[in-house]
């Protein structure tokens, strides 16, 4: 990214810090916070340059701390993990970006001044000109161990040698890789080639995305709400793994369908489009704030279905006995397989937090199985990268269900390595990391 920015000065660097300080120190999920710092901003260069700054950093937080240590003669304490993450924010622009490596230093330096702390300017000033004057045999040294070369917690990345042997190091450099911006035309609206040229007609090229009927790729990112027809519910963004889900589910009309763990409601919305409306679809949500946002979306959409708070585990809570026809399950999971586009879960994410979804899926699976209806087909998705979640998962429950039986997927995409269902590795056709499985259940003897 070309960094035109450099007399925005300290401000945008200060604002970019205390972003990754609460993403870091104070848990908070980057899509939360990254919102609230921008809108500090009407420049829309200042905007993107801050949010290059802070992606960028989390993203490579890794590596950089890595570097961190071979500079400093000593850890700092933790009531200065400002002045910490100050210094990653210099190492990042100095290794990632354009800008220029005086100004990044000079206007990395100057936001010690509004942090309060005096002594951490000659500090900062000296790590990073040592840097400069070492980086090649810094990074060398640091590059020997791959999860701090591809700037991964060690634990995901023995879980991925583990997993894909032969494609962890594709995983990881993809886990590194800014995402693709891809719409999903409402084919309720306009057809996608129609879409495509009014794109066009106001200066933006796309291409088709082959996987996926009704998905468009943005070559240049944007701001989508100034797109053509997005105010009238022309589309929708969605990755195109997420896309593959009504494809695979193929909802028809009449049908009485289950979107479980439903919100923010992209799939939702796209089950409505893909059926032409004509389905009886009932959404799922555990979390009340987050039905908002589902509700919001199908007004844009000009979309309607039934929906309400409730935990899919429980049905008892919220089924009105009336089997459904068919099931989205897309399970809560530990999002391993979208950490290019949310580069926070390297740091939010620990081993423990796996055994904890893994047993809240299985739950899922057997509360919401008695709920379909015998010829119904469930179709369980993730995006996560890790078997436990998928195919682990899937077999597990296989194997505990006499009247489940496998659908095979007639796709071109996914990874092969498994028996049960099809993983999509992260840039795989240019998608997320998603699994998908298709299950069915046994007609009554």
């Given at each position: 990214m070309s960094q035109s920015n450099e007399n925005s000065g300290s401000h945008t660097r200060f604002v970019a810090l205390k972003m990754c300080l609460s993403v870091i120190e104070q848990g908070r999920s980057l899509s939360q916070v990254l919102p609230e710092g921008l809108a500090q901003f009407s420049d829309r260069r200042e905007r993107a340059f801050v949010q290059n700054l802070v992606l960028g950093t989390l993203r490579w937080q890794f590596r950089l701390m890595a570097i961190r240590s071979q500079l400093l003669k000593k850890k700092?304490?933790?009531?200065?993990?400002?002045?910490?993450?100050?210094?990653?924010?210099?190492?990042?622009?100095?290794?990632?970006?354009?800008?220029?490596?005086?100004?990044?230093?000079?206007?990395?330096?100057?936001?010690?001044?509004?942090?309060?702390?005096?002594?951490?300017?000659?500090?900062?000033?000296?790590?990073?000109?040592?840097?400069?004057?070492?980086?090649?045999?810094?990074?060398?040294?640091?590059?020997?161990?791959?999860?701090?070369?591809?700037?991964?917690?060690?634990?995901?990345?023995?879980?991925?040698?583990?997993?894909?042997?032969?494609?962890?190091?594709?995983?990881?450099?993809?886990?590194?890789?800014?995402?693709?911006?891809?719409?999903?035309?409402?084919?309720?609206?306009?057809?996608?080639?129609?879409?495509?040229?009014?794109?066009?007609?106001?200066?933006?090229?796309?291409?088709?995305?082959?996987?996926?009927?009704?998905?468009?790729?943005?070559?240049?990112?944007?701001?989508?709400?100034?797109?053509?027809?997005?105010?009238?519910?022309?589309?929708?963004?969605?990755?195109?793994?997420?896309?593959?889900?009504?494809q695979l589910l193929q909802p028809k009309a009449g049908e009485h369908i289950l979107d479980a763990c439903a919100a923010p409601g992209g799939k939702t919305s796209h089950l409505l489009e893909y059926s032409d409306g004509d389905i009886d679809l009932f959404a799922l949500e555990k979390e009340p704030e987050r039905l908002d946002r589902l509700a919001e979306n199908l007004y844009r959409l000009d979309l309607q279905c039934d929906y309400t708070v409730g935990d899919a585990a429980e049905p008892e809570t919220w089924w009105d006995g009336r089997p459904f026809d068919k099931i989205l399950l897309d399970a809560p999971c530990s999002a391993t397989g979208i950490i290019r586009r949310h580069p926070d879960i390297k740091w939010h994410r620990v081993p423990e937090d796996i055994e904890e979804l893994v047993q809240i899926q299985s739950r899922i699976l057997d509360a919401l199985w008695p709920t379909l209806k015998p010829g119904g087909r469930m179709l369980y998705a993730t995006c996560s990268v890790l078997p436990q979640e998928n195919s682990q998962q899937i077999q597990a429950f296989l194997e505990r269900t006499t009247d489940a039986k496998l659908v095979p997927l007639a796709v071109e995409w996914g990874w092969h390595g498994s028996t049960t269902g099809r993983q999509i590795l992260p840039g795989n056709h240019g998608m997320d990391g998603f699994y998908y499985c298709l299950l069915e259940k046994a007609q009554s003897a």
């Open positions: 700092l304490k933790a009531k200065d993990e400002d002045v910490n993450q100050l210094i990653l924010l210099g190492l990042f622009q100095i290794l990632y970006t354009d800008t220029a490596k005086h100004a990044a230093v000079s206007e990395t330096v100057n936001v010690t001044a509004k942090l309060k702390k005096p002594w951490a300017k000659g500090l900062i000033n000296g790590v990073l000109r040592n840097f400069m004057r070492e980086q090649a045999s810094i990074c060398a040294e640091v590059d020997l161990k791959p999860a701090q070369k591809y700037a991964h917690p060690q634990w995901f990345f023995k879980a991925l040698r583990k997993a894909y042997p032969d494609n962890w190091q594709q995983i990881l450099e993809a886990n590194n890789q800014i995402a693709p911006l891809t719409l999903r035309n409402n084919r309720k609206f306009q057809n996608r080639d129609q879409l495509q040229q009014l794109l066009s007609d106001a200066g933006f090229a796309t291409e088709l995305h082959p996987d996926c009927e009704q998905g468009l790729i943005l070559q240049q990112s944007t701001d989508i709400t100034r797109l053509p027809t997005y105010d009238e519910g022309g589309f929708s963004v969605q990755d195109a793994a997420a896309q593959q889900a009504a």
